[in-house]
């Protein structure tokens, strides 16, 4: 094979077969995805700014949170998790939805209760400070 300077040599070939062997290398090196997929992300509930549970987001759950100042609704589906339902006065935490990314999170202030989407791919979360 002729390129613009001239044959393909030895020395082409060499350098071909040295690219070849580093994608090899580095694509074995990859973690392997498959049980590291969804069913690593995890939901972590805070209360008052202490963890009180943990929960995989691939397995179903609705379970009530009662706290001092009130009670919140979580359901864990379809690898999210969303407060349904809770008795504050402003139902943010209800109207935000349900999370499923690393670093997503719902709160509900009033009553002191987080909840944060982490794990997935190496744990951390898809923004920077930039696109955050």
Do not use: Q
């Not at 074995?28 to 995890?42: F, Q, Y």
């Not at 939901?43 to 759950?61: I, Q």
């Not at 009530?64 to 008795?87: C, L, P, Q, S």
């Amino acid at each position: 094979m002729k390129g613009p300077g001239g044959a393909f040599g030895r020395a082409d070939a060499a350098i071909i077969a040295i690219v070849i062997a580093a994608a090899a290398i580095a694509a074995a090196a990859l973690p392997a995805r498959g049980a590291e997929g969804p069913a690593a992300l995890r939901a972590e509930l805070y209360e008052d700014g202490a963890l009180t549970r943990v929960l995989p987001l691939d397995e179903a759950a609705d379970f009530v949170v009662h706290t001092k100042w009130g009670y919140n609704r979580v359901v864990v589906e379809g690898g999210a998790v969303r407060v349904a339902e809770a008795d504050c006065a402003s139902l943010a935490c209800v109207h935000s939805g349900a999370k499923a990314r690393p670093g997503e999170m719902v709160a509900c202030l009033p009553h002191r209760l987080v909840i944060r989407v982490s794990g997935g791919a190496g744990g951390e979360t898809p923004y920077d400070a930039v696109s955050y």
